[in-house]
Nanobody, 120 residues
Framework: QVQLVESGGGLVQPGGSLRLSCAAS????????MRWYRQAPGKQRELVAT???????TYADSVKGRFTISRAVAQNTVSLQMNSLKPEDSAVYYC??????????????WGQGTQVTVSS
């Protein structure tokens, strides 16, 4: 069984920074793209950032210029550096990836989520 575990969430003041990390573990054959989503109460889950196996990145317009996604392929980890945080960034952030296991099947996996609260 593959598991994704997020870490790094917490309370931060507006204008501050926070770094989220997600580590995949288990019987992993390969991972293609890894993504960060977020969901605030009463709102749809939003795709925040994506990084491909080749390192190309995409971002939601709302976070461009402030957030940076990166990946350590050998460690099966993905990170999200969040700068200039705003109260509207407050949400539960989820790590997501399609992972091929040792049985050759590709499945979608989600982390448990980590709460980010931006408030003074």
């Amino acid at each position: 069984q593959v598991q994704l575990v997020e870490s790094g969430g917490g309370l931060v003041q507006p204008g501050g920074s926070l770094r989220l990390s997600c580590a995949a573990s288990g019987s992993i054959f390969s991972i293609n793209a890894m993504r960060w989503y977020r969901q605030a109460p009463g709102k749809q889950r939003e795709l925040v950032a994506t990084i491909s196996s080749g390192g190309s990145t995409t971002y939601a317009d709302s976070v461009k210029g402030r957030f940076t996604i990166s990946r350590a392929v050998a460690q099966n980890t993905v990170s999200l550096q969040m700068n200039s945080l705003k109260p509207e960034d407050s949400a539960v952030y989820y790590c997501n990836a399609d992972i091929r296991g040792s049985d050759s099947y590709t499945r979608a996996y989600w982390g448990q989520g980590t709460q980010v609260t931006v408030s003074s």
